[in-house]
């Protein structure tokens, strides 16, 4: 195995921090650096195994900023806090990479990066729905290839996005964000399916629907169903935004493609299991005119057999939230978790995580997900 290289800042600190990845931007290091820490951070590409991570927090180490990639198990916790570790933050709004319970077993405190992710992952939602229903992917292969030799009338016809109905599975933050977009943009009817009524979602969408009224235009609607599958048979473009949990994997599975529109869009951006991608290959080489964007993957980084070979599907790598405000907000978001843990900061009062973005930074921890089961106040 390739030694991994590493670089140290601050390396007088009174708290030991590793960072798995080096992350973007220069607030979240300055922040750790204002908390005294001495700041570790792994500069290979290579996903650093549990082994290799159990190894460098070794017998000394109070906090770990750690990414969606890495498998944090009870082991890996209970290494940290045999340690003295009291401080995780994972580089990521998810955390189905990390065991919570056994975290809380050694009473670790979890943090995540959430509020600075929305907009941007439900933007890239939206470029993957028109990239697969416009053909754009394809077309542009078509044109490096040298195949174009004219304008046809039938050349990569797509689909018509205005008047459709948008299907939303799991209508959080970013969900929400989707289907408001692809509704005000497109004037597309929403569907929506979640565990719980997003009234607020709703609400918007019937405000928007008299707007369009008022000015002479169609009203669009939307609808909470009762199942997926009523919302998979109705729906020109479906989204998935769910959580992965034991209730979600495979939640899109060879028999809920097929209650699927034959000419059918399906976008992931959540998490690649959520698919059954087996399934999804056969489907799309059976039903050519279904399409689907992809930006997460089952067995990721790698591709179920036959995937890549589909013209159906675009393809790109995890980068649903690549921009530059969003990946160093996650980075200041997951520093400000570690630093003010091991200063003893109290937990933030509310979901606008904004003020750390710029400014002085709050004297608070931004966002633990355990918070509750280990009393933080």
Not at 38 to 44: A, K, L
Not at 45 to 63: A, F, N
Not at 100 to 105: R, S, Y
Not at 313 to 333: C, D, F, N, Q, Y
Request: charged share 20%; proline share 4%.
């Amino acid at each position: 195995m390739t030694p991994k290289e590493w670089s140290v800042h601050n390396s007088d600190g009174d708290h030991r921090v590793i960072v798995t990845k080096a992350l973007p931007g220069t607030r979240w290091l300055d922040i750790l650096v204002s908390a005294a820490c001495r700041v570790e951070v792994c500069t290979s590409e290579d996903v650093l195994t549990v082994g290799e991570i159990k190894e460098r927090i070794g017998e000394s180490c109070d906090g770990v900023i750690g990414q969606l990639t890495e498998g944090w198990n009870a082991d890996l916790f209970a290494t940290l806090a045999s340690a003295g570790g009291t401080a995780y933050s994972n580089f990521a709004v998810g955390y189905n990479n990390v065991d919570i319970p056994a975290a809380t077993a050694a009473e670790i405190p979890v943090g995540n990066t959430p509020g600075v992710l929305t907009e941007t992952t439900a933007e890239r939602a939206v470029a993957l729905t028109f990239s697969a229903g416009r053909r754009i992917a394809e077309a542009d292969r078509f044109m490096r290839g040298g195949e174009y030799v004219g304008w046809r009338p039938a050349l990569f016809m797509g689909t018509r996005f205005d008047g459709g109905t948008v299907g939303v599975i799991g209508a959080g933050r970013i969900g929400a964000a989707y289907g408001r977009m692809m509704v005000e943009g497109h004037k597309m009817n929403l569907v929506y399916f979640d565990l719980y009524p997003n009234e607020a979602l709703e609400q918007y969408i019937a405000d928007y629907s008299e707007f369009l009224v008022a000015h002479g235009e169609s009203p669009v609607t939307t609808k909470r169903v009762e199942t997926i599958e009523d919302l998979l048979a109705v729906s020109d473009v479906v989204s998935l935004h769910t959580v992965l949990d034991e209730t979600t994997h495979h939640l899109i599975n060879a028999e809920r493609l097929a209650v699927m529109k034959s000419d059918a869009i399906l976008v992931n951006s959540s998490r690649g299991p959520v698919i059954d991608e087996d399934a999804l290959v056969a489907h799309c080489r059976t039903n050519p005119e279904f399409t689907a964007g992809l930006d997460v993957f089952e067995d990721e980084p790698a591709m179920k057999e036959g995937l890549a070979d589909l013209d159906n599907v675009v393809i790109v790598p995890h980068i649903a939230s690549a921009t530059k405000w969003t990946r160093e907000g996650m980075a200041t978001l997951a520093a400000a978790n570690v630093a003010g843990l091991l200063q003893g900061y109290p937990l933030w009062d509310s979901d606008d995580v904004l003020p750390f973005l710029s400014g002085d930074v709050p004297r608070a921890v931004p966002s633990i997900v355990n918070a509750t089961e280990l009393s933080i106040e």
